[in-house]
């Protein structure tokens, strides 16, 4: 049911107060005018006090105010108002109202009046606006919350088909159904204004539209402060080896790159993946990659971030990620040390109790999440992850990626090597250098590269040769060895789970 509907049947139901929280100010507003039906409205804020905004002949002013008292507190307004019968027949909209709902006495105040609405002693409903929610416990019985919802795909079709009738202006097909995905996530208020600023930029609507929006949902996520955006200059041909993973991947950028084509011949919308294995062997890379090959921007959620000091903010936090992630889908959500977030599980005390909660609001969105949002968890520690995790349906498959081999070594240092002295890569001898370095790490290779080439340039020389990469190694302790036996262990581990190897 859309916005406006469902603030007609609340206030026709007379219900004390609605909450509105986090929608635009002023279209909240403008569509309060819309459906106050007998009531006039009033409204309070802290800059102008009181204004009167609608007489009771039905004319909506939204720019029309009249300020009935621009110096009264919200307290004397809402004292009077009860106790002089001046709310009769009003709808009272408070705008701000989050700090004030943390204080007894303006508390006590609203629920003295919700009872009396109860009673039918006095005819009124509350309109609070704000851009957070805060619900006391006394007042929870009596509040309705209204979240803003996002427009439809359809929904958003019609927005652009009226901007173009009303600008007489043309837009074509293919255009106009990438940006109503694009525009997905963004408010109405948020979208209009867009159109108008792109329309008045370009005298009609281009594919540079599509760059507008991505920026505005940049700003979205920023400003919301538990996704990250992570810009991508990593593509597969970046990553050495790990082809059985690739190739997988490669298959699902197939499917997300023809969605709707795929999910009518009856592929089912990939989930995600789990990535799990040693570190420095291209977990993060392949998170990386993966964005780049579905062509869609890449978000990284930080579970330390989203743990709230607050009861019930950190599932609130859960929820707001999901929602942005799948406001801006399609797109890829990187969860980092997966096994970081969710360990404790099952455990007692408080916070033991918030992880498992947020575990399983994340466990039920894996199992029905429908939108185009694919998840690329990555984990370095398998054993300390919940076993639900593992079970078919939450993921489309797991992957542990190990130590590279010889062959994955060669592509390893090829790939480093061309990146730095792409000039000096003929005439190193690879094989020489992969045969010595059994045990190291996608990240070992890229330090001994990085070593060589750092040592080639102090000591004055023109060109990196193959013995300074042997020195290299020979000053580089390999994960191998700095591992030890808690690295064959965790292969071990993976195998008997039988989850597949990424090679
Ligand atoms: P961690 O668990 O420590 O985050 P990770 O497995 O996610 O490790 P990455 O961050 O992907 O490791 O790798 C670190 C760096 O090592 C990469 O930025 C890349 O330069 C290099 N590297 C690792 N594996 C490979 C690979 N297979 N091919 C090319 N480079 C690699």
Redesign the pocket.
Known sequence: MMFEERLREYIDANVPIVYIAGYDDKSAVETILKVTGRRRVWEWNRMFGVMDRKDITGKKSVEKKEILNSDISLEKFILSGVRDGDFDEKIVIVKDVASYLEDDDMIALFKNACLRIEEGLLDTVFIFISSTLTVPKELEKYITILEEEFLSEDGIKEKIDLFIEEQNSEIYEKLKEEMAIAFKGLSALEIDTILSLAFSKNGELTKETLDLIMEQKKQMIQKAGILEMIPIK?SME?????NVLKEWLGKKARVLNNMKEAEKFGVELPKGVL?A????????????ASAKLFNVPLLKLDMGRLMGKYVGESEKNMRQAIALAEAIAPCVLWI??LEKAFSGIGGNGGGAEVTTRLFGQFLTWMQDKESAVFVVA???DIMKLPPELMRKGRFDEIFY?QL?NTE?RH??FE??INKRRPMDLQKINIQELVEKTDGY???????VVKEAVENAYVKGNTEVTTTDFIEAIEATHSLKEIMGDSITELEKQYKERKFKSAS
Do not use: Q, Y
């Not at 970046?238 to 790990?242: A, E, F, H, Y």
């Not at 294995?277 to 990386?288: D, E, T, Y």
């Open positions: 990593e970046d990553i050495g080896g790990l990535i294995g040693v570190p420095g062997c291209g977990k993060s890379l392949n998170a990386k980092d040390e990555t984990a370095n990626v590279p994955e592509k390893i790939i480093h790490s996608g990240a070992d290779i890229e330090g």
